[in-house]
């Protein structure tokens, strides 16, 4: 399985249209590429093995969610740079975040550098490649001669959930897209209606179905890296908690101009039923196949105890390693280490990071909430050091000082906080009078260190994009319990509580109502899923208007060179550059506009509200 992602990238026309007798297939590490002598239908599904190479070239084209040169997605950013997660200073030609969102520059009509630089593009993103190769896939595979049954229904299944991926891909972005039965080729009429919102999601909720039963569980070991059962289960239980959600699911639109294409236009409590009941399907298949699993911290070898250090590498396996227990969807693009470079050299080149408004939400190592009205400027006044402490028993060192953690492991992954270790093994650069300090202008204090690791020795495995692990499917099993319930039950508990214990926190305060576990569950994922691409979705699929308002705050960290890493005093200011939503921001923005020469090719596409 490691050689079925080694593919070239495939030169197509518009969204993936080309004649099915002319395609051609970039194949590095496959077997000889079958066009090169001439290929036909005929010849690209002769066996199992050629008509592989098709259905790998829909796997390929899958979303990807690491900065990489796959796309050109916010112009080499994050999309967590959109999010009250993360500040961009990258301020480049084609820089999305600054060119688009801070200041409100989106519009339809993009031209030059700034086309590409949008969170999604519709028509310049690869999704209808997947959806063309797949359904190339199962138009011909009835041709392979001698195929085991089994097998082909299992390939074909594969390709049903890379349709169903591409099309939640697009879902969430645009709302409804037009929904296509076949492979296009050249010279057909271009006549795509826009199919409704309902019907979009109808439609990947109905390739979930269709795929599950053929495909296993898990998937071996020689086969890891292919979609499984889980993978159909857990993308419906996604889609559905998405849609039912109250952007989507309401009386009162999200928009004035919101209609049948980007919302249901009412509420219906049916929706957040099907949610439950999708979750109850894949928890009962986990009861049968097991497998998956949070990966768990370790204890230490001596002394027995669980470090804060080996939470935190628990909860990166979770989302780094390929194979891992708790990876369900994973998308692969290279083998290559290398490929994780952009996610440094987009900071090491710019003043990037995370916002202290973010910071603020991670809560003290006991799971207390850390304080709102933390005072920064006087160290008199904290109960406990806010990151970093000495400690005998600390296992980070820096210099000859032992340091204990004092925050949720979680904050330390996903960013680099002053005083710790980031980048082969240097102390960040995000304080003022640190030993090299090297303080990129506009630095917020924090730098991003997921995927970063610390180490360089950590990035040797290779990468791939954890499109969803487990954790998420079990806070999703939990919102889904509790808006169709009324209430948390102990179900919804036992699984929020699950993803807080891996970290060492302790489980939720018992008798939360209704909107209280709605705000606890929000906020788990707040701190689980950083740059994983699910706090957009969140603050847009619930409406989070304070997340896109409030605005964000950085730490203005001031160190001593002289003594210890946990010796700093601070004073805090706003981030810059500042967005224009803080004070003049508009529901259009949930769903990105569709590009007018997109709409003007008359095919059936149509403008989201707003836009």
């Keep these: 399985m490691k050689k079925f992602y080694h593919i070239l990238t495939i030169a197509l026309l518009g969204a993936g249209l080309v004649a099915c007798e002319s395609l051609k297939l970039g194949d590095a590490g496959l077997s000889k590429a079958p066009e090169t002598s001439g290929a036909t239908i005929d010849t690209l599904f002769a066996s199992i093995k050629d008509a592989d190479k098709v259905l ?50 989106m519009s339809s009509n993009l031209t030059g550098s700034y086309q590409g630089g949008e969170a999604y593009r519709f028509g310049s993103e690869k999704d209808y490649h997947v959806i063309r190769y797949a359904w190339l896939f199962l138009e011909n595979a009835d041709r392979i001669p001698n195929a085991d049954p089994a097998l082909l229904a299992q390939k074909k299944a594969e390709a049903k959930m890379c349709m169903a991926i591409a099309y939640a891909n697009m879902l969430r972005y645009v709302g409804g897209v037009p929904i296509l039965d076949h492979a296009i080729v050249i ?91 999708a979750a109850d399907a894949f928890m009962r298949e986990q009861m049968t196949g097991g497998h998956y699993a949070l ?26 390693d390929r194979g891992s227990s708790e990876v369900i969807i994973s998308i692969r693009k290279s083998n290559s280490s290398d490929y994780l470079d952009k996610h440094i050299d987009v900071q090491d080149d710019y003043g990037c990071g995370g916002s202290l408004n973010w910071v603020n939400r991670f809560p003290w190592a006991d799971g207390t909430p850390f304080p709102e009205d933390f005072d920064w400027t006087d160290p008199k006044s904290w109960p406990e050091k806010p990151f970093f402490r000495q400690d005998p028993q600390g296992d980070l060192k820096v210099g000859n000082t032992l340091l204990m953690e004092t925050r949720d492991p979680r904050l330390y992954e996903n960013l680099c906080v002053p005083g ?192």
Excluded at 57 to 63: R, S
Excluded at 302 to 320: D, M, N, V
Excluded at 434 to 451: E, H, R, S
């Design 420 to 611: 710790d270790v980031w980048k082969n093994g240097n102390v960040g650069p995000n304080y003022d009078n640190a030993k090299n300090p090297n303080v990129q202008d506009g630095c917020t204090g924090f730098l991003m260190m997921k995927y970063v690791l610390q180490q360089e020795a950590d990035r040797n495995n290779p990468p791939h994009w954890c499109m969803m692990r487990f954790a998420e499917v079990l806070l999703n099993a939990a919102e889904a319990y509790n808006e169709a319930d009324g209430g948390p039950s102990d179900k919804a508990y036992a699984w929020v509580n699950a993803v807080r214990a891996r970290v060492g926190l302790p489980g939720l305060p018992e008798g939360l109502s209704k909107e209280e576990f709605r705000k606890a569950i929000l906020l788990e994922r707040d701190l689980e899923f950083g740059f994983e691409e699910v706090r957009w979705f969140d603050m847009v699929r619930w409406g989070l208007t304070e997340a896109f308002t409030t605005p964000l705050q950085k730490l203005i960290p001031h160190g001593n060179k002289q003594t210890n890493a946990d010796d700093f005093t601070y004073t805090t200011g706003e981030a810059y550059p500042t967005r224009k939503w803080y004070t003049d921001f508009d529901t259009k923005w949930y769903l990105a506009p569709i590009p007018t020469i997109e709409i003007n090719k008359g095919y059936g596409m149509t403008q989201n509200p707003g836009w």
């Design 295 to 320: 990966v768990q911290a370790k204890p230490d070898a001596t002394t027995g105890l669980i470090t804060p250090r080996a939470y935190r590498l628990a909860y990166r396996s979770g989302y780094f």
């Design 187 to 277: 010279g057909e009429e271009m006549n795509f209606p826009r199919n409704t919102f309902k019907e979009t999601v109808d439609y990947i909720v109905k390739l979930c179905d269709e795929a599950a039963p053929d495909l296993p569980w898990y998937a071996s070991t020689t086969d890891d890296g292919r979609l499984t059962r889980a993978a159909a289960l857990g993308l419906k239980l996604r889609i559905l908690c998405f849609a039912a959600s109250p952007t989507f699911n309401s009386n009162t639109p999200f928009h004035p101009q919101a209609d049948e294409y980007v919302c249901y236009g009412n509420y219906d409590a049916q929706r957040w039923k099907a949610a439950k009941d």
């Design 56 to 105: 790998a070239n829909a796997y390929y084209y899958l979303p990807y969610g690491l900065v990489s040169s796959f796309d050109s997605k916010m112009g080499g950013d994050f999309l967590e740079s959109i999010t009250d997660h993360f500040i961009s200073n990258k301020h480049s030609d084609d820089d999305g975040p600054n060119n688009l969102y801070y200041s409100g520059g």
